[in-house]
């Protein structure tokens, strides 16, 4: 392959000596992934986009992101403390179990990444725990019986769920899994309890997400820029940006960042204070079944960061926006409350809409 030309976006982060020779180690794969995964970052922060450093070293960009990411998460918990084996183990293998661990803080990532050597978990493991101990993490009081240590905090989820579980084998799939990783004698014996103790605690249900879609050519309007008032000169007219909407929602983009999108007068939307609209896959949803993805719009209200059971919430998930239902009020920050999802329109012949007289025969 051959060298990248000059970087241009961003010339005084890295000279272009030092960029041909991060992108030839990268090309040769001297180093281990740790290195690579830095050297990467230095690239993308020097102005060089993924596909370009994707055909300069051949690291695809999903893989580019998987070793930036774990090489954070690794020096972060080499900072944190971590024993010489897991440090050891790490540093040549591994990345994808560390990526998982991106949303927990400094000091969960280095006794998670303990925790997933001691017990030699995948990634599909090392997601699962992650979750377990975040989620362990916004509870507001430790339960009785668990410490704050992070192998007592997947050894409370399995309790918990064992508990919800009226399934005996599955029950005792779960008791087991929280002994395994229980850390202290007392959330050994919140575990064992349920061997004896068969009472089902019901699960709570999660609410509804507030779907809506549109549905009607009355609430698909069409944006149009404004030019100002009279008196207007010709250079007044010209001076408007020609807008071309964005499917499935009719999103429009004036210069600079700045974009809107037209969305019907519901009640729900009249009262929010202060909506905001976040486009998404329907697969990024919590607790979505569908195999059939398709984008939809995410309106959140900034204004409402009051908790409450019913509802879902915008929150930083390690540095990335997320939806969450919080099943208790716990310490994390609620950024905004989740008002509306819309989906697009369904329709089956768009030409057809745009000729009334097809429809009238």
């Known amino acids: 392959m051959t060298d990248l030309p000059p970087n241009t976006q961003n010339p005084q982060s890295v000279d272009n000596n030092h960029a041909q020779e991060l992108l030839r180690k990268l090309r040769q794969k001297q180093g281990n992934w740790v290195e690579w995964g830095v050297a990467i970052a230095t690239l993308q922060k020097s102005g060089y986009n993924p596909q370009e450093i994707f055909e300069a070293t051949g690291f695809e960009p999903i893989q580019q992101n998987q070793v930036v990411v774990g090489s954070q998460v690794f020096n972060s918990m080499e900072k944190a403390g971590v024993s010489e084996a897991t440090r050891s183990h790490y540093s040549t293998r591994g990345s994808d179990v560390l990526y998982e661990l991106r949303s927990l803080t400094q000091e969960e ?18 997601r699962e725990i992650a979750k377990a101990i975040k989620d362990y993490s916004w509870l507001r009081n430790l339960p009785e019986g668990f410490s704050a240590h992070v192998g007592d905090a997947v050894a409370y989820q399995a309790w918990k769920l064992a508990r919800q579980n009226s399934d005996l084998a599955e029950r005792s799939r779960l008791i087991a899994k929280g002994l395994r990783f229980a850390h202290t004698d007392s959330a050994r014996k919140q575990l064992e309890q349920l061997l004896v103790d068969f009472t089902v605690v019901p699960k709570r249900p999660a ?6 879609r549109l ?31 964005i499917e499935p929602f009719q999103m ?30 329907s697969d990024r949803l919590p607790n979505q079944t569908q195999s059939t993805k398709q984008e939809v719009l995410i309106v959140v209200d900034r204004a409402q960061r009051q908790w409450d059971a019913l509802s879902y919430f915008v929150v930083d998930q390690g540095g990335e926006l997320g939806i969450q239902w919080l099943e208790t009020e716990s310490d994390i920050s609620i950024l905004a409350k989740l008002i509306v999802i819309v989906r697009p329109k369904r329709i089956l012949d768009e030409e057809v809409t745009k000729e009334p007289w097809l429809i009238d025969e």
């Open 109 to 126: 990532r280095a006794a998670t990444a303990e925790l997933c050597f001691i017990h030699k978990l995948d990634l599909d493991g090392a």
């Open 207 to 212: 609410p509804l997400l507030p779907f809506y």
């Open 215 to 245: 549905d009607s050519e009355e609430e698909l309007p069409r944006i149009l820029p404004v030019v100002g008032k009279f008196p207007l000169t010709a250079q007044d007219l010209q001076a408007v940006p020609l807008i071309t909407p």
């Open 252 to 281: 429009v983009k004036f210069a600079g960042e700045q974009a809107w999108v037209p969305l019907p007068g519901w009640q729900v939307l009249l009262n929010a204070e202060d909506p905001v609209v976040i486009l998404a896959n």
